[in-house]
Structure formats: C-alpha cells, structure tokens
C-alpha cells in the first residue's frame, strides 16, 4: 500500500515536474508576435540545428511564430557536406542561394509510383531555383571548402514533409514529419484565425 502510494506520488512529481520544465522551456511565449520588432535582426532571431549537425535554420518570417498565412521564410545554412532529406512537400518553395555552392537533386516524377533516378543541378552564389509542387528533392552542400547558406520561401505554411529513404521508395510510403522540426515547439498553441 505504502510502496503504491509512493510510486503514484513519484509519477505524479515526475509529470508536475516535465510540465514544468515545458512550461518555463523558451519556446511561443518568450518569442510570440505580440512581443517582436516589426523590424528585426535577423542576427539576433534565434537559430537553431534541431538535431541536424551542420545545418543553422532560422525561421526569418513563419506561420507558427508569426502568424504568417500565407509564406513563410526561413534563412538555412548548412556545413560541408550536409544536406536534407530526400523529401517532397505540397507547397511552392523558391531558393535564393546566398553564399557557398552546393547539388540540387531533384526527380519530376510524382505522377510516377516512385521519384526514380533524381536530376543533378550545380547550384551557385546568387542562383535561384524553385522547387514545383510535390516534386521530390534534396539539397547537398557537396563544397569542402564553405558553408552553403539559402534563403527558402515556402507557401502554404506550416511545411507538412514526406521524407523518403531513398529515391526509390514509393511516394506512398514516404514518411510525413508534422510538425516540421522548427514548428513543434510553437505548434501546441492555436493558431490566429480570422478576426
Ligand atoms: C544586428 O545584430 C548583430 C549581432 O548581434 C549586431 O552585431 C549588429 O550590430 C546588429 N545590427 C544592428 C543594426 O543593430
Ligand atoms: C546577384 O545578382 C544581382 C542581379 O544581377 C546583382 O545585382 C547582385 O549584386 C548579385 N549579388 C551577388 C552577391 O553577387
């Protein structure tokens, strides 16, 4: 009885204590619209690898932090020989290549049952590219020398991602990652609906 009542007792200070620790966590509150510049730094946004080495994300505008609609735009660096997943999301989303060089690899083939042998694009300072609706993609900083560092907008925020293993797994069995790794911190919090 005794041991019963103490195990309930640790459970129960074992949820007070992750609640806690979510709560007083930065995540929404700390950074909501309510308290940002209209104008701001994007020095001093907070950044961020979200369990990827090598890649610096940086929501610049987004739908969870500040209630984009519509676009969302997110600064991206990644180190020498990172890159994404191999992955395709229903949203339009344009690339301005800041600095570094890198491979885009991309297959147009979402009509087919899976993407197939990818294309290979070199990418280069101040080159832009866009990736259509639902093609598969994935972008290589395949530079040993610089950083690979993109400006990307997207549309029809927040991302929904299907992450494929390889270019031959069929579009069915991609994965879907919702929330995206930079909106699962804000998501929990309704978002701003008509007024
Ligand atoms: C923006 O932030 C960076 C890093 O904190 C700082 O060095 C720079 O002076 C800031 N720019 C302005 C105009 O405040
Ligand atoms: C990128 O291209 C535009 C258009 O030609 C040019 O004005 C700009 O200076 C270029 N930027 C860099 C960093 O090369």
């Not at 600064?75 to 229903?90: A, E, M, N, V, Y």
């Not at 992450?163 to 909106?183: C, E, G, Q, T, V």
């Amino acid at each position: 009885m005794a041991e019963r009542f103490f195990i309930t007792t640790l459970l129960l200070s074992i949820i007070s204590f992750s609640s806690t620790v979510f709560a007083s966590s930065p995540p929404c509150s700390s950074i909501s619209i309510t308290g940002l510049p209209l104008v701001r730094n994007i020095s001093e946004i907070p950044q961020d690898n979200y369990g990827r080495p090598g890649l610096s994300h940086v929501t610049v505008a987004g739908s969870i932090l500040h209630r984009m609609n519509e676009v969302e735009v997110w600064l991206q660096t990644f180190s020498p020989g990172t890159h994404t997943p191999i992955h395709r999301h229903s949203c339009e989303e344009v690339f301005i290549v800041l600095k570094g060089s890198g491979t885009l690899y991309i297959a147009s083939n979402s009509h087919m049952k899976y993407p197939g042998n990818p294309e290979e694009h070199f990418i280069f300072p101040n080159s832009t590219f866009h990736i259509p609706v639902n093609d598969a993609h994935q972008l290589w900083n395949t530079n040993e020398n610089e950083d690979l560092q993109v400006l990307v907008i997207i549309s029809r925020p927040p991302v929904k991602v299907f992450i494929y293993d390889d270019w031959s797994m069929p579009h069915n069995a991609a994965k879907l990652k919702f929330p995206y790794y930079w909106d699962e911190q804000c998501s929990q919090e309704p978002l701003k609906d008509e007024l």
